[in-house]
Every structure is written in structure tokens, then in C-alpha cells.
Nanobody
Framework: QVQLVESGGGSVEAGGSLRLSCAAS????????MGWFRQAPGKEREGVAR????????YYADSAKGRFVISQDRTKNVVYLQMNRLQPEDTAMYYC??????????????????WGQGTQVTVSS
């Protein structure tokens, strides 16, 4: 069974940092497109960062570029999202998603994507 379990969310002040973790199991982690998404109240879910586990390629949304870093630990099947210089507009539920495919062009949010339960990030001013 495929499982994606997020952790690391919490409440921080503006300018602070958090590191989110996504523990993956039940699929070929070494050949997957892994992504972090977020959804704030009243807004659509948006992609934040994604990573191709096989080659290590990464992609960031403009809102995350320069502040967030996505990385992986291949030995642990874990994907991280290091979030720095957090701002109130980063407040959202953050979700981990995965698709087993041979590339990571586009967000891993298709019909066959797997999703975690989400972890809340709240940034106060």
C-alpha cells in the first residue's frame, strides 16, 4: 500500500524556518516525481516544489524560489522541504504528492497521483 506521511509543520513567526518531511513507502521511490503542494483557505491548491528522484532534478514555483529547498534522502525514502524566511502568505496546509513516472515535467498531481494527509504551516507576523 502506498503511503505518504508528512511531518514537520507548526507555527512560526515571520522570518523563521521549518523543515517538512514526507516519508514514502509502497512504491518505487527511486523512480518517482515527488512534489510539495499547499492550499490556503479560499485558495486553490498550488505546487510549491518538485523533485525527480532518479536524477535529482528540481523545480520551484516563483513563490518558493530562493527561499525553499526540496531534497531527498534516498536511503530513507524521504523528501524534505526546507522553508526559510517564511512569511504569513506561506500559511497553508502542505501536502506531499507522488507519481511513479520516468520524468518530472509538470506537477505530480495527475489522476494516478498519491497524496499525503497534509501538515499545517502557520506563519504569524
Amino acid at each position: 500500500q502506498v503511503q505518504l506521511v508528512e511531518s514537520g509543520g507548526g507555527s512560526v513567526e515571520a522570518g523563521g524556518s521549518l523543515r517538512l518531511s514526507c516519508a514514502a513507502s509502497g512504491f518505487a521511490f527511486n523512480a518517482a516525481c515527488m512534489g510539495w503542494f499547499r492550499q490556503a483557505p479560499g485558495k486553490e491548491r498550488e505546487g510549491v516544489a518538485r523533485l525527480w528522484t532518479f536524477g535529482g532534478h528540481t523545480y520551484y514555483a516563483d513563490s518558493a524560489k530562493g527561499r525553499f529547498v526540496i531534497s531527498q534522502d534516498r536511503t530513507k525514502n524521504v523528501v524534505y522541504l526546507q522553508m526559510n524566511r517564511l512569511q504569513p502568505e506561506d500559511t497553508a496546509m502542505y501536502y506531499c504528492a507522488a507519481e511513479t513516472r520516468s520524468s518530472c515535467v509538470g506537477w505530480p498531481s495527475g489522476d494516478d497521483a498519491y497524496w499525503g494527509q497534509g501538515t499545517q504551516v502557520t506563519v504569524s507576523s
